[in-house]
């Protein structure tokens, strides 16, 4: 089945959706930071580079589905919250108006849980109606999901819409998974002993890191940062990966901060040392990138913004493996009916 990508950032969606069996055709980002990235791990993609708001649907080839996580910043609660009102939010409309042409068999969006913070209802509300009546409409089903539960080792909460076109005859039922819970140790324990910091201005070390893109970003910490504990034990599971580098959490080598007031917290006292940033090959393993999968950058804050703003590859992956299962299933289920009807039509 072929797809079409959406706001691809560097492809971890996407990625998840070709480990499942789809085929991605095409794809659009508009971050020039990002393109080396996706397209030298993905060479089998056509990569359009222009906004999406100038490209016209007919030149976006046909497809059986469409995936994308528009652009989230605008919907964070870590943000401004301004949702539909910015910009950036805005561009849900270029989602809708793509769909609406290509009429695919499937969607799949992805963005933040800020979008179900009650100064959105309205918003939000609008977006679930025009994603029903999209052309000859879909049967849509979301919630938020929690990586965690998806075999990827971090507390990572994101809103999942999965439509169906109407004509299919079915809604798509969300999945619960069985899969343990993967820790710290367990994913990054091997990278403990050979990261590089990063060169002066967090410029990357390039091909002197031993494991690609395994260094880390330098520089103080905001107070912000330290008004929460940022550390996370080896046999747990890691804080939220986010864009930005200068938030990253810290390596699990570290013991937990130390207290001192309301919003106030410190490194605990002679072991300062300790205390660095998770690598971004390590934020790259949280988010279930495998090791081949290079990122290209000049400045290691981008390798953090890449990686932070994709979906979890397993998490991906198993979205579209339960998406694929449940149109074959019901492909099945039609051909009989049609096949018995016949029968008794004769």
Known sequence: MNIVSLFAGAGGLDLGFQQAGFNIIWANEYDKEIWETYEKNHPNTILDKRSIVDIPAEEIPDCDGIIGGPPCQSWSEAGAMKGIEDKRGQ???????????????????????????EKHTEAL??????????????????????????????????LIFVGIRKDLGFKYQFQKPNFPKLTLQETIYDLKD????????????????????????????????????????????SFTIQAGGRHAPIHPQAPKMKFIEQNVRIFVPGKEHLYRRLSVRECARIQTFPDDFIFYYSSVPAGYKMIGNAVPVNLAKYLAETILQQLKEHTILKEVQIKKEGTLAV
């Open 91 to 117: 561009l849900f409309f270029d989602f809708i108006r793509i769909l609406e042409a290509k009429q695919p068999q499937f969607f799949l969006a992805e963005n933040v849980s800020g979008m179900l913070l």
């Open 125 to 158: 509300k609008n977006i679930v109606e025009m994603f029903r009546n999209a052309g000859i409409g879909y049967e849509l089903s979301f919630k938020m999901l929690n990586a965690s539960d998806y075999h990827v080792p971090q507390d990572r909460k994101r």
């Open 194 to 237: 050979n990261v590089l910091p990063a060169l002066p201005y967090n410029k990357t070390n390039g091909n002197k890191c031993i494991v690609p893109n395994h260094e880390y970003m330098t520089g103080d910490f905001s107070t912000i940062y330290m008004s929460r504990n940022r550390v996370r034990s080896w046999n747990e599971q």
